[in-house]
């Protein structure tokens, strides 16, 4: 006896394109930046948010936050991190419970370096999207990620 699925909404399919779209570009944005400066996507966005907090510093659950990881996964990352030399663990002078990640110059030449090859590859992972996909090409319009142009 077969069953037939129910069918599936715009909205549904969609979704399914841009989860698609997403799980491809991520794919291809970890390759690139551990192949050409040997961090992984999470190391590269951790860097991205230290570099970015006005004093170079960020509460480990706040960078958690930031990074979408749990207390445990930030906990490792930050210790990748200080491993290479890219940041490390301070406490909190006013709440000595209070660990902070902080970025150092080499994490900060790092990021910036990567930051280019994070440019062009999302880039260019937009532009076969949208030519592989009208609809998709459309939707990156409307959020403002035309393909070919930086995000």
Sequence with gaps: MATTSAPVSDAAAAWQRVLLLHARVESRLAAALQRRHGIGLSEFRALGHLAASPAGELRMQELADKVGLNQSS??????????????????????????????????RARHAEAGRTYEETLAAALEEAGQADPRLAAALTALGASPGTPA
Aim: hydrophobic share 40%.
């Design 74 to 107: 930030v906990t490792r990352l930050v210790a990748r991190l200080n491993a290479a030399d890219f940041a490390y663990r301070d406490l909190c002078p006013d709440d000595r419970r209070g660990v902070y990640t902080v970025i150092t110059e080499t994490g």
